[in-house]
């Protein structure tokens, strides 16, 4: 008798995002001068940004996207490594090594990548390389990463019960809790998923009943965390001051209480800045429904999610693209309880 495969939850952390960008002027003005991030040009045709000590926690290459284009995750050892290949190749999906160079660029000294749902290609590595090169950030106290990840990301869907299926099968992602967000008539339901003791590492939104999808990104926004208050509400005041569109101005989440605003990227997705979510106890979380996303403010700077997704309800379903959903590993799915 095989025995059953060991559960890869808790080993899997987003480890860094890949963006391509042709705005690198912009990008560099945004992530370094208003974000606040070490920002690293010393590698030839890329831009990109640290965090903490990794060489690489964004990298931005040239390309007409404008978009986040993969996710790569650190797993914390070569049995989960292997345990997820094993997954993805078992259900019949395609896996590619990456080659020296793409791991050079990445700062991990290897990596597998696979289709995900919604075009975003998933990277998995074990090791990421640290850099000699002393932090120089805008962000004193310095961004929360380690067991909880680098943040998180959230994307919208016309399938979000495949996508968990998905992330499900591939990480043993966990649901954490839901928010229903009523706009103008307009349901909008969203699962939040952890793969680690950080609340949510993927969100995944979609519009009631509606085969629909709003955002043309493959992520709707990201999110990254720093460990001060102050420097939350510094880098704030930069964004606005660098001429950067404020998303949402600073608010608090219902679910996972982290005080945060959301900027508008040069590539038009959002990042948001947050600080203080709270961190899962897996002995005594019990999932639940909220009722909206904020509890005060993260007021609109002007158009954002919701007053997109208000008017594409109005929109012909004509619009409407064909969304990848790798229905091998999202299987039939799991359904919103
Ligand atoms: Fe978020």
Same mark, same amino acid.
């Given at each position: 008798?095989?025995?059953?495969?060991?559960?890869?939850?808790?080993?899997?952390?987003?480890?860094?995002?890949?963006?391509?960008?042709?705005?690198?002027?912009?990008?560099?003005?945004?992530?370094?001068?208003?974000?606040?991030?070490?920002?690293?040009?010393?590698?030839?045709?890329?831009?990109?940004?640290?965090?903490?000590?990794?060489?690489?926690?964004?990298?931005?290459?040239?390309?007409?996207?404008?978009?986040? *284009?993969?996710?790569?995750?650190?797993?914390?050892?070569?049995?989960?490594?292997?345990?997820?290949?094993?997954?993805?190749?078992?259900?019949?999906?395609?896996?590619?090594?990456?080659?020296?160079?793409?791991?050079?660029?990445?700062?991990?000294?290897?990596?597998?990548?696979?289709?995900?749902?919604?075009?975003?290609?998933?990277?998995?590595?074990?090791?990421?390389?640290?850099?000699?090169?002393?932090?120089?950030?805008?962000?004193?106290?310095?961004?929360?990463?380690?067991?909880?990840?680098?943040?998180?990301?959230? @994307?919208?869907?016309?399938?979000?019960?495949?996508?968990?299926?998905?992330?499900?099968?591939?990480?043993?992602?966990?649901?954490?809790?839901?928010?229903?967000? *009523?706009?103008?008539?307009?349901?909008?339901?969203?699962?939040?998923?952890?793969?680690?003791?950080?609340?949510?590492?993927?969100?995944?939104?979609?519009?009631?009943?509606?085969?629909?999808?709003?955002?043309?990104?493959?992520?709707?926004?990201?999110? @990254?965390?720093?460990?001060?208050?102050?420097?939350?509400?510094?880098?704030?005041?930069?964004?606005?001051?660098?001429?950067?569109?404020?998303?949402?101005?600073?608010?608090?989440?219902?679910?996972?209480?982290?005080?945060?605003?959301?900027?508008?990227?040069?590539?038009?997705?959002?990042?948001?800045?947050?600080?203080?979510?709270?961190?899962?106890?897996?002995?005594?979380?019990?999932?639940?429904?909220?009722?909206? @996303?904020?509890?005060?403010?993260?007021?609109?700077?002007? !158009?954002?999610?919701?007053?997109?997704?208000? !008017?594409?309800? @109005?929109?012909?379903?004509?619009?409407?693209?064909?969304?990848?959903?790798?229905?091998?590993?999202?299987?039939?799915?799991?359904?919103?309880?």
């Amino acid at each position: 008798m095989i025995a059953p495969a060991a559960s890869v939850f808790g080993n899997v952390h987003l480890g860094y995002i890949v963006i391509e960008t042709d705005k690198f002027a912009d990008w560099r003005r945004f992530g370094q001068d208003a974000i606040g991030m070490h920002y690293d040009d010393t590698l030839p045709d890329v831009t990109r940004f640290r965090l903490d000590d990794n060489e690489c926690r964004f990298l931005l290459q040239r390309g007409p996207a404008e978009d986040v *284009t993969a996710l790569g995750w650190q797993l914390d050892d070569h049995d989960t490594f292997d345990e997820i290949l094993s997954r993805v190749t078992r259900h019949g999906v395609p896996v590619t090594e990456g080659t020296s160079e793409e791991a050079a660029l990445r700062g991990v000294e290897r990596l597998v990548r696979f289709p995900g749902p919604n075009a975003l290609a998933q990277e998995i590595f074990t090791r990421a390389r640290t850099s000699d090169t002393p932090l120089a950030m805008r962000i004193g106290s310095g961004f929360v990463t380690g067991e909880s990840g680098m943040g998180h990301v959230a @994307i919208t869907s016309k399938k979000p019960h495949q996508m968990r299926g998905y992330y499900n099968t591939v990480f043993d992602a966990r649901l954490t809790d839901y928010i229903d967000e *009523t706009i103008s008539g307009v349901k909008l339901k969203i699962r939040f998923l952890r793969l680690n003791e950080r609340h949510h590492s993927v969100a995944i939104a979609a519009v009631n009943r509606l085969p629909v999808n709003p955002i043309r990104t493959r992520i709707q926004h990201l999110n @990254i965390q720093v460990a001060e208050l102050d420097d939350m509400v510094a880098s704030y005041q930069r964004v606005k001051e660098h001429g950067f569109h404020m998303a949402l101005a600073v608010g608090q989440h219902t679910n996972d209480r982290e005080l945060s605003y959301y900027a508008m990227t040069p590539s038009g997705f959002e990042w948001e800045v947050g600080w203080n979510p709270i961190v899962i106890d897996e002995a005594t979380w019990e999932p639940t429904t909220y009722q909206g @996303i904020s509890i005060w403010g993260h007021t609109p700077g002007g !158009q954002t999610i919701i007053d997109k997704l208000a !008017q594409f309800k @109005i929109a012909s379903l004509s619009l409407v693209r064909r969304e990848d959903a790798v229905a091998a590993l999202a299987g039939a799915g799991i359904p919103d309880n």
